[in-house]
């Protein structure tokens, strides 16, 4: 195969993520995808980049993209239903690089690298999406119509370490709290 047909495979292949089902649900009911949870995540962060000039935005765009990645092959594990004695990332970690398999050495060093990154938290733009991908998280659920056993009160703790990343991201907790309350109390999910 030439170099741009790997490409086009491992595209193919991360093109699962659209049809890789989360925990959570849209505002007509439909059961949202990996794809949908990570280029939404890409344009919050898009949102936020005049509030960081001091970040490097390429960058935080390609951790988004990059960060849920491996579940194209065995699909998303709900913080709920994590096993302990095997961390997600893990799983996680050993499907990209299975998934990563056609690209060329430099190209699976760089996407192995962003992974790394976002997983480890060894950058400022690692850690401020990884507070975005909780935040991100926490909003779909208050807004999706959600079956009615839906345990919106496990979003008041769901990610509190990493979205006290700085006041942007602690504002936007606030909010996304707010929300939570309202949903607790039966109230229906802010509409756009």
């Not at 499907?95 to 760089?110: G, H, K, Y």
């Not at 009615?148 to 979003?155: L, R, V």
């Given at each position: 195969?030439?170099?741009?047909?790997?490409?086009?495979?491992?595209?193919?292949?991360?093109?699962?993520?659209?049809?890789t089902?989360?925990?959570?649900?849209t505002?007509?009911?439909?059961?949202?995808?990996?794809?949908?949870?990570?280029?939404?995540?890409?344009?919050?962060?898009?949102t936020?980049?005049?509030?960081?000039?001091?970040?490097?935005?390429?960058?935080?765009?390609?951790?988004?993209?990059v960060?849920?990645?491996?579940?194209?092959?065995?699909?998303?594990?709900p913080?709920?239903?994590?096993?302990?004695?095997?961390?997600?990332?893990?799983?996680?970690?050993?499907?990209?690089?299975?998934?990563l398999?056609?690209?060329?050495?430099?190209?699976?060093?760089?996407f192995?690298?962003?992974?790394?990154?976002?997983?480890?938290?060894?950058?400022?733009?690692?850690?401020?999406?990884?507070?975005?991908?909780?935040?991100?998280?926490?909003?779909?659920?208050?807004?999706?119509?959600?079956?009615?056993?839906?345990?919106?009160?496990?979003?008041?703790?769901?990610?509190?370490?990493?979205t006290?990343?700085?006041?942007?991201?602690?504002?936007?907790?606030?909010?996304?709290?707010?929300?939570?309350?309202?949903?607790?109390?039966?109230?229906?999910?802010?509409?756009?």
């Amino acid at each position: 195969m030439s170099k741009l047909e790997n490409i086009l495979s491992f595209v193919r292949l991360a093109g699962r993520l659209k049809d890789t089902p989360r925990s959570a649900y849209t505002a007509l009911g439909k059961q949202e995808s990996t794809a949908e949870h990570s280029w939404r995540l890409a344009l919050l962060a898009m949102t936020l980049k005049p509030k960081y000039p001091n970040l490097d935005f390429g960058r935080v765009l390609e951790l988004c993209i990059v960060h849920d990645l491996g579940e194209a092959l065995h699909g998303d594990i709900p913080a709920v239903d994590q096993d302990p004695t095997r961390p997600k990332s893990t799983a996680e970690r050993d499907d990209l690089i299975t998934m990563l398999a056609s690209l060329a050495e430099a190209d699976r060093l760089r996407f192995l690298d962003a992974w790394e990154d976002y997983e480890n938290g060894g950058s400022p733009e690692s850690r401020l999406v990884k507070a975005l991908d909780k935040l991100e998280t926490i909003f779909q659920h208050n807004e999706g119509c959600n079956p009615p056993d839906f345990d919106y009160a496990f979003n008041l703790d769901y990610g509190r370490k990493q979205t006290d990343f700085d006041d942007v991201t602690r504002t936007l907790r606030e909010l996304a709290d707010a929300e939570t309350r309202r949903r607790i109390k039966g109230l229906p999910p802010i509409q756009a």
